[in-house]
């Protein structure tokens, strides 16, 4: 049965809104994570990064799929390009790492702040699209532990965190916007951009202490930091 939710527009609008921003981040991460095939140091490492692209095509053919349902019209991959394009590829192990890892958690939290979604069957594929990227991410941890091993290859990993920190941060949106209220008030999203980006910068802060990554010292603000967004993005427009 269709949600009579959808009969809003507005509503509706903001739910296809919404899909069109996660689309992108999905397929941003699966071309981020592509590129990292020639670099995988071993079979092991290959068949983990080839893995990974399959199991995030099929989150994004759901997606795409659970669109065409709302809007009507298919989901038009054309304009993910535009939408936050990420840093160039990697050019090393170290450096894919280093882009799988932030652009990982972000889409991770981007998806997460709708876990708890007023349209049930967005809010049953992020909990699905979370639970897989959270498991993955166990085996990027591991892959960080070899890197950080290796001074010349943690120093290249600790390189491409910069870029890619702040095109995270950048890619959660504006907030405190007229959209993302009205999101919040009918129960599409939980919070403001700038909690969310809290916690990814806060997320990755732990995963830096756990396995020797030396994140950048402006993506290293104080926990109580009010409203971290803007001030970090105050910082990527000025770079």
């Known amino acids: 049965m269709t949600d009579p939710r959808l009969s809003d527009e507005l509503y509706r609008s903001t739910v296809c809104r919404m899909m069109e921003s996660h689309a992108a981040r999905l397929f941003q991460l699966v071309v981020t994570v592509a590129g990292g095939i020639r670099h995988a140091p071993g079979a092991a490492w290959l ?55 932030v652009a990982g958690r972000q889409c991770r939290w981007q998806l997460h702040e709708h876990d708890l979604c ?7 594929f992020v909990v699905r699209a979370v639970a897989e990227l959270d498991a993955r991410h166990a085996l990027i941890e591991t892959a960080l532990d070899d890197v950080t091993r290796d001074p010349a290859s943690a120093n290249a990993l600790h390189a491409r ?79």
């Open 47 to 101: 068949r983990f990064v080839g893995g990974q692209v399959r199991e995030l095509t099929a989150l994004y053919a759901q997606l795409a799929a659970l669109y065409e349902t709302v809007a009507g019209v298919a989901l038009d991959a054309s304009a993910h390009g535009a939408d936050h394009a990420p840093p160039e590829g990697a050019a090393s192990w170290p450096e894919a790492l280093a882009a799988q890892l």
């Open 161 to 239: 965190l910069e870029p890619w920190m702040r095109w995270a941060v950048e890619a959660f949106g504006r907030p405190n916007t007229p959209g993302m209220a009205y999101a919040i008030h009918v129960g599409l999203r939980r919070r403001d951009a700038s909690a969310t980006a809290h916690d990814f910068v806060e997320d990755l802060r732990a995963v830096a202490r756990a396995h020797g990554v030396t994140l950048p010292p402006r993506w290293s603000p104080p926990a109580e930091s009010a409203s971290l967004v803007a001030a970090l993005s105050g910082i990527a427009r000025a770079h």
């Open 118 to 124: 007023s349209y049930a069957p967005y809010r049953e």
